[in-house]
């Protein structure tokens, strides 16, 4: 029995449950992109029942729950004889629901943390030196022992990604986890569109105002669909040179960003060090 399909048509949850009432044997792998990054996972089942799973760096539960947690991405089971240490013990019915609970507040975490392209660090000073971390919250502090993104660490934590998420809110609220002053700026995920100016944009349309100076060709690029690396790599750009005139054009109110204010400071204060 070979079956293969996308997780969209086909949830992860009814391909199990048919191949466990199906008292099947073999691997059903899992494949594509979440949040911008590749993923691979594969849940071993020999007659029916489960009896590991791998997702990236983790493995058991945590891997299953990563897996059941997915929304987009394809899958094929090949049918083998396999023989393997049983390393999942509960059954499949608390898994789902166990799963679903997680998928709901993984979703109410995200909206208290940070965006997952921002990079922590450790706090070199944190506010108290007395604290009580669960074992989940030490494992995710070990992994910023060097700055990265949050989304590099949920790839790498041998955790599911909602314990990761959870230790990071927490590591965060607790002040022991902090953004890095040195935070990359990722153009790719900046598009401006233009603010509504009539009057301007009649007076361009008849020659006033339209320079030829490097932002008026910035913001003649601006269409509410190019981010701030296409329209840099269309005028042969910089980072630099196209972040000064996003910046200019936004003081101007010619153009509109959905950023925040603080990731606008941000960006000016880059740009002031050079």
Do not use: H
Request: aromatic fraction near 8%; include cysteine.
């Amino acid at each position: 029995m070979g079956i293969e399909g996308n997780i969209k048509d086909f949830p992860l949850t009814e391909v199990l449950n048919l191949l466990i009432f199906s008292n099947k044997s073999g691997i059903l792998k899992i494949y594509g992109v979440s949040k911008g990054e590749k993923f691979n996972g594969e849940v071993y089942i020999v007659k029916g029942k489960i009896m590991d799973a791998k997702f990236n760096s983790k493995k058991g539960e945590e891997a299953l729950f990563s897996i059941l947690s997915l929304e987009d991405g394809n899958f094929n089971f090949e049918a083998k004889e396999l023989n393997i240490k049983e390393n999942i013990k509960t059954p499949m019915e608390s898994l789902i629901l166990e799963a679903i609970r997680r998928s709901d507040e993984t979703k109410e975490l995200y909206k208290k943390i940070p965006p997952t392209s921002t990079l922590l660090e450790t706090n070199p000073n944190p506010p108290t030196k007395e604290f009580k971390l669960s074992s989940d919250e030490w494992v995710v502090l070990n992994l910023f022992k060097e700055k990265k993104t949050i989304s590099e660490a949920i790839k790498e934590s041998p955790l599911s990604e909602f314990k990761t998420v959870k230790a990071i809110y927490a590591l965060l609220s607790l002040g022991l986890l902090i953004r890095s002053e040195r935070e990359e700026i990722d153009i790719s995920t900046i598009i401006p569109r233009r603010a509504p100016q009539p009057v301007r944009d009649a007076l361009s349309i008849l020659g006033f105002g339209g320079g030829r100076d490097r932002c008026s060709r910035f913001y003649a690029k601006v269409d509410g669909e190019k981010s701030l690396k296409e329209i840099k790599e269309e005028l042969g750009m910089n980072d630099k040179e196209v972040l000064e005139c996003f910046i200019k054009l936004l003081k101007e109110t010619r153009i509109i960003s959905n950023l925040s204010i603080d990731k606008l400071k941000f960006i000016e204060k880059r740009l002031k060090e050079g």
